[in-house]
């Protein structure tokens, strides 16, 4: 399968220090981001972070991206894969949904905009440059998650940038997938369309996931989750679509949910939700 390129991705990549400490990564995700600082390019932000290489705060994104230029100032698609600084580490979100830290096993995208940016070919190129690495590393476009849903307290991006144009959280993610279908597009006009029984489920469409209405049910999922051998997802932090053929509820409804079957597992409190997940496992 191959990936239609429609934009450049030019490497220029800042000084090595705190900023960008060189420790090579095996991507798993992606983690969407905005600049927060209305106007300011995508090489204004390069050259920002490669002039304070041991900035205190260690803060750095693999990409910037505005309306003419993809720049890589730490290795992304252009490299060998490095580090790179763009969530906090003290975070448990991302080690729930996917198993790691942001920092060790995600791409951290950033979206200029604001100012003389026009908006549209910026967030083009984002969302474009957001199929590629998902075709590069081998991950479903489905996993990109907004720096917002990692840092709740502290952060709103992507919505801060999406919002002032009209755009939304959930609406980017599903341009994401549907740039990924289009530029790993084959030409197939003259082959014979399959029969329905032929139609295989994607392959990263997993056996059973374990969903928690809140990180309070974390604990009682974790045990359920090591039984069943199945990630946990945070309903608030969920991907789009169908994320499992069978899927476990862990506190909450399974309202808005998709999966072949569920299996639930709750009740009006956290002892009642504790109760249930031990009554499963003692079966």
Not at 48 to 57: C, E, H, K, L, S
Not at 149 to 168: E, F, I, Q, V
Not at 174 to 199: L, N, V
Request: hydrophobic share 35%.
């Amino acid at each position: 399968m191959s990936f239609k390129m429609k934009y450049e991705v030019k490497a220029d990549y800042i000084a090595k220090g705190k900023r960008r400490p060189g420790t090579f990564i095996t991507p798993k995700f992606g983690v969407l981001h905005d600049t927060g600082n209305p106007g300011s390019t995508a090489k204004n932000n390069r050259d920002y972070f490669n002039n304070t290489p041991n900035d205190p705060t260690s803060a750095s994104a693999h990409t910037f991206i505005d309306d003419k230029v993809i720049i890589e100032s730490v290795p992304a698609t252009t490299g060998k894969t490095e580090r790179a600084h763009h969530v906090r580490y003290q975070m448990p979100q991302d080690n729930a949904l996917y198993g790691d830290d942001s920092n060790d096993i995600g791409i951290g995208v950033e979206l200029c905009f604001g100012g003389k940016i026009n908006f549209e070919e910026a967030y083009k190129r984002y969302v474009w440059y957001c199929a590629y690495v998902s075709y590069k590393f081998g991950f479903s476009p489905k996993k990109w998650i907004g720096h917002e849903k990692l840092d709740p307290d502290r952060k709103t991006d992507p919505t801060n940038a999406l919002k002032k144009y009209g755009k939304t959280y959930a609406g980017l993610l599903a341009d994401i997938i549907k740039e990924y279908e289009e530029c790993t597009k084959e030409i197939t006009s003259a082959a014979p369309k399959p029969k329905p029984e032929d139609i295989k489920e994607a392959d990263d469409m997993l056996e059973k996931a374990v969903v928690i209405n809140a990180f309070p049910d974390f604990p009682f999922a974790e045990l359920l989750a090591s039984r069943i051998k199945a990630p946990i997802y945070v309903r608030g932090a969920l991907p789009s679509g169908k994320i499992a053929k069978e899927v476990f509820v862990v506190g909450g409804t399974k309202d808005g949910l998709q999966a072949d079957s569920f299996v639930m597992l709750t009740g009006k409190n956290r002892f009642e939700v504790a109760a249930a997940v031990n009554a499963y496992l003692n079966r």
